[in-house]
């Protein structure tokens, strides 16, 4: 299976239009890849809040249209990424979507955990409460956003509905780039799957991207890592391995919490 990771540049000195364009070029041009995957809010950057209300757009909104559109013309699977999205009721959720080759939605998720500590993305989005996962052809695709990979419980529960791959799309600061291969790597073994995480390069916000996007295998090692700059990363690999390492190394079945509620 070949992924590619697309990880776009974020600054003010683009449009949200123009990137929305290039970013649809950019996967029509990975036609050969079976999925793609898009940062975390590249439309407008992850830490640029005061852009959020006006930037958010509906479900099916210009970028779901050029995504849509985009993942039809290459014939791939698209992760991309998330969007500020409004909700009919008013409320604002990050919200990633995937789509099918066929150009269809076949996934959204809004994100469980949100950053900013009572501030910022925090309080001006709401939490998403469901966990979701995608059935791909070759393997069964979790899906998480920046902060959830902070966040064990959440991997767990996506392995325990069957994800043998973990898409991450991010907007992870360049100031704790070290936390971000070192969750990624964790996530990984931890689960015995392949962990796909993806972010953005370029400062938005005044805030560096640490960019370096990685694919990591159910071993823990790392495949394949870009750099700070903008960058595509394509890796080839092989979603055999995870039931292959799972009974080589049968980690998970020996779990004795969180497997039934606690007797007292």
């Known amino acids: ?17 123009g990137r929305r364009s290039r970013a649809a070029e950019l996967v029509r041009a990975r036609s050969g890849a079976d999925l793609v ?3 975390e809010l590249w439309t407008t950057g ?33 992760h991309a990424g998330s969007i500020p999205e409004r909700d009919p009721d008013g409320t604002l959720y990050n919200t990633a979507l995937v789509f099918s080759p066929s150009g269809d939605l ?3 998720y809004r994100k469980i955990h949100r950053f900013g500590f009572d501030q910022g993305e925090a309080v001006l989005m709401g939490a998403g409460r469901e966990p979701v996962t995608v059935a791909l052809p070759e393997t069964t695709v979790g899906l998480a956003t ?3 990979l902070r966040f064990p419980e959440l991997f767990r529960t996506l392995t325990d509905a069957g994800a043998e791959t973990l898409v991450v799309s991010a907007g992870w600061p360049e100031r704790r780039r070290a936390h971000w291969t070192l969750l990624a790597q964790a996530r990984a073994v931890e689960n015995q799957a392949y962990v796909l995480a993806c972010g953005t390069a370029g400062t938005h916000a005044g805030v560096p ?56």
């Open 106 to 108: 076949a996934a959204s």
């Open 46 to 78: 992850a830490f640029a809040y005061d852009t959020f209300a006006t930037e958010a757009e509906p479900l099916e909104g210009p970028t779901y249209a050029v995504m849509a559109e985009a993942a039809k013309d290459a014939g791939v699977w698209l």
């Open 209 to 264: 991207q640490a960019g370096r996007s990685i694919v990591v295998d159910p071993w823990g090692e790392v495949l394949a890592e870009a750099g700070p700059d903008e960058e595509i990363l394509t890796v080839d690999f092989d979603p055999a391995k995870v039931p292959a390492t799972r009974e080589r190394f049968p980690a998970l079945k020996d779990r004795v919490l969180g497997l039934a509620p606690p007797r007292h």
């Open 37 to 39: 995957v898009l940062p």
């Open 1 to 17: 299976m070949r992924a590619s990771l697309i990880q776009i540049r974020v600054d003010e000195s683009e449009s949200v239009a």
């Open 146 to 148: 920046c902060y959830d």
